[in-house]
């Protein structure tokens, strides 16, 4: 039957606390491995489509190029330009392309045509961002967070900003990774209610962004109009003033607190320039461990 009996990766909570720490460690051992010029390439032949129903740079080019460093090929999908935009059904398709590559990562609007894809695929699923989560960002995140600062176990992380996926997605790191994630979001912009109720314990709701970054260790925030919502710019933007990430926010958090963002980010909406080039900002280092972090969960899927 066409139907899938292996791992796929769309949340992070389909990895357990254990593998999720093992990814982490992986990916910094691949990134010095790469760095020192070893060669390493697991992959030969293998395969990874691409679909993407939005726009990317990160996670295109990370995927891309993460699969040619392990020896492997990645073949990228648009749907306007394959049977996906003429209307074949997604359970078709994912049942078509499983059985010619070895992995498919997708990034769609809807959740639902994710997990439609992976209960039809014979091989490993990867969720390059839905409008619900987007957990390849928190591999690279936690691994940032891990090469700065060590264990985040314990840790207060502040999001700031909108419920949005990747709002999720810290909410669900909260729990993989056992920190204290406080939410700063406009009344209207919370994050998804059942998911706060599964994580319950970790994760707050608050609506002064100054107080949520009380003793923080690390801020995190992202654009206040994400893919799909472009009508919304104007509105939002009046909204979402007052949850800037400055240097007022900033000034609250512990002394070595880090920020980060998935980027792209808007200099002087969701952040101040001022905090985004500043000193405790890592988005580079977060951008650059897509790749590494990426590398890692190919590995995991792909390798027996
Ligand atoms: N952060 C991120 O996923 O970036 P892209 O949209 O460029 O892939
Ligand atoms: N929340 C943003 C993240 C982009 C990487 C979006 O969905 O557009």
Not at 48 to 75: C, D, N, P, W
Not at 93 to 105: E, K, P, W, Y
Not at 205 to 229: K, N, Y
Request: aromatic content about 6%; hydrophobic content about 40%; glycine content about 6%.
């Amino acid at each position: 039957a066409d139907q899938t009996h292996c791992r796929h990766f769309l949340s992070l909570l389909d990895l357990s606390a254990e593998e999720a720490r093992g990814l982490i460690a992986r990916g910094t051992e691949l990134k010095r491995m790469l760095k020192s010029g070893e060669d390493y390439r697991p992959f030969p032949n293998r395969t990874l489509a691409m679909i993407f129903e939005k726009s990317s740079t990160r996670t295109r080019v990370s995927f891309e190029v993460g699969m040619v460093q392990l020896g492997g090929h990645a073949l990228f999908l648009s749907p306007r330009d394959t049977q996906l935009g003429r209307g074949e059904p997604i359970e078709d398709s994912a049942r078509v392309l499983s059985r010619m590559v070895d992995a498919v990562m997708i990034r769609t609007f809807d959740h639902d045509i994710v997990e439609r894809f992976a209960a039809n695929s014979r091989v490993p699923v990867i969720n390059g961002l839905t409008d619900r989560l987007h957990p390849c960002q928190l591999l690279a995140d936690m691994q940032t967070y891990y090469e700065h600062r060590g264990d985040i176990r314990g840790r207060r992380v502040t999001w700031i900003g909108d419920g949005n996926n990747m709002c999720h997605s810290f909410m669900e790191a909260a729990q993989v990774f056992d920190f204290e994630l406080r939410i700063a979001c406009p009344e209207g912009f919370d994050p998804d209610p059942d998911l706060l109720a599964a994580v319950q314990g970790r994760c707050s709701i608050l609506r002064d962004p100054q107080e949520a970054a009380e003793g923080a260790d690390l801020v995190v925030t992202d654009v206040w109009a994400s893919m799909g919502q472009e009508e919304e710019q104007a509105k939002r933007e009046a909204l979402f003033a007052p949850f800037q990430v400055d240097e007022a926010v900033m000034s609250r958090t512990a002394p070595d607190a880090l920020f980060m963002h998935c980027l792209p980010a808007h200099r002087g909406e969701e952040v101040a320039a001022s905090v985004i080039d500043g000193p405790r900002s890592v988005v580079w280092d977060e951008a650059e461990n897509r790749l590494h972090a990426q590398k890692a969960l190919l590995e995991f899927l792909l390798l027996p």
